[in-house]
């Protein structure tokens, strides 16, 4: 398929890039490297760098475009608290101009890159697509806007679509991984601790109502969560919007997080255990039944050493490429 990948420059959005260019379809990435880095930008994809509203139009020539893939977002959910006008504007507001883009130019599919906190504080676990959705920060807030006019698009104008919700992505594929300016996410900071680059982790967090008081999560890894979106092109179905959880189906508490980057690092790494961080739910467990009974879905490195083990092996080999190396 002819495809636009938006978001291809970050780090979901560059490792999917490559699952495609590596299943044969034909990639153009539009990344405003507002978070991005151009040097992820894969070898066989097209780049063209500016913000979706501005370039979809562009890019999306009338009948010649078999799908969007879009990853371009803000995703921090503390950020997403303090600046919520940023994510209205960066997620919403851009997102409509793309799928504006898309009806104007016939282009008939498109794979959404929704989120687990769409649910917000979840009433129990493992968390189903029917469960309700109700975020608990700005963030999650604009991702399930998205999802709402999706589906009106969907109806309305035959597009076909499919929004995935991811849990906790981590791990790396392909030379590309998590190399960010602002680093919030677990598993790359541990991994920054561990080389150096950092003085020790915060824990945030260690009166939660789990095991070990600490939040849990279900981290899936980058190249199974990849796969699905491949799957996701293949199955769509025109005027149809279908939404499906993308884990691994198990929860880590923070603190077992921290022992398997120790373990798999070899590393002693200072914690200190702090406040929990705002918006923050205590669990997130997906099921991910439907999308293996849907689209056909084999998660298949969901070993919580693999994932940190591969996102070591991407963390090493950045050198002086790593952002946290200069910070
Ligand atoms: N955490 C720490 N110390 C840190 C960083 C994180 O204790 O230095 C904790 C967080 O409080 C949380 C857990 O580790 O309990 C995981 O935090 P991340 O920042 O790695 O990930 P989040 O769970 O906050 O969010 C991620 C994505 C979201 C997505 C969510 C869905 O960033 O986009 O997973 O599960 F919505």
């Known amino acids: 398929m002819k495809l636009l990948v938006t978001g291809g420059a970050g780090y979901v959005g560059s490792v999917c890039a490559r699952v495609l260019l590596e299943a044969g379809h034909d990639i153009t990435i539009v990344d405003n490297l507002s978070t991005g880095n151009a040097d992820a930008v894969p070898d066989g994809a097209r780049f063209v760098e500016g913000n979706v509203r501005d370039v979809a139009a562009t890019v999306l020539d009338p009948g010649d475009v078999d799908g969007v893939v879009h990853f371009a977002a803000q995703s921090l959910v503390g950020e997403s608290v303090e600046n919520p006008q940023k994510y209205w504007h960066g997620n ?50 604009t991702k399930l806007a998205i999802d709402t006019a999706i589906s009106g698009y969907c109806a309305a104008y035959g597009l076909a679509a499919t929004s995935l919700r991811y849990f906790n992505v981590a791990g ?20 920054q601790a561990a080389l150096g680059h950092r003085a020790g982790v915060k824990i945030f967090g260690t009166d939660y109502p789990t095991d070990d008081g600490t939040a849990v999560r279900d981290y899936i890894h980058v190249y199974d969560l990849a796969q699905a979106h491949a799957l996701a092109l293949q199955a769509s179905t025109p005027g149809r919007h279908d939404i499906f959880n993308l884990g691994s189906g198990t929860g880590f508490s923070v603190r077992q997080v921290i022992d398997t980057c120790m373990t798999v690092t070899g590393a002693e790494i200072p914690v200190e255990e702090t406040g929990r961080r705002a918006g923050d739910p205590a669990v997130l467990i997906a099921s991910s039944d439907k999308a293996i009974a849907e689209l056909g879905w084999k998660p298949d490195r969901t070993d919580l050493s693999v994932i940190v083990s591969d ?9 002086d490429r790593a952002h946290s190396a200069r910070a």
């Open 311 to 319: 996102a070591w092996d991407f963390t090493r080999s950045l050198g």
């Open 92 to 141: 919403v507001v851009e997102t409509l101009a793309l799928l504006d883009a898309m009806r104007d130019a016939g282009t008939p599919r498109l794979v959404f890159s929704s989120t687990a906190a769409t649910y917000g504080e979840p009433e129990s676990v493992p968390i189903l697509e029917s469960s309700p959705a109700r975020p608990t920060n700005p963030y999650g807030a």
């Open 172 to 191: 790396a594929h392909g030379g590309a991984g998590e190399n960010r300016v602002i680093e919030t996410h677990l598993i790359p900071i541990v991994l």
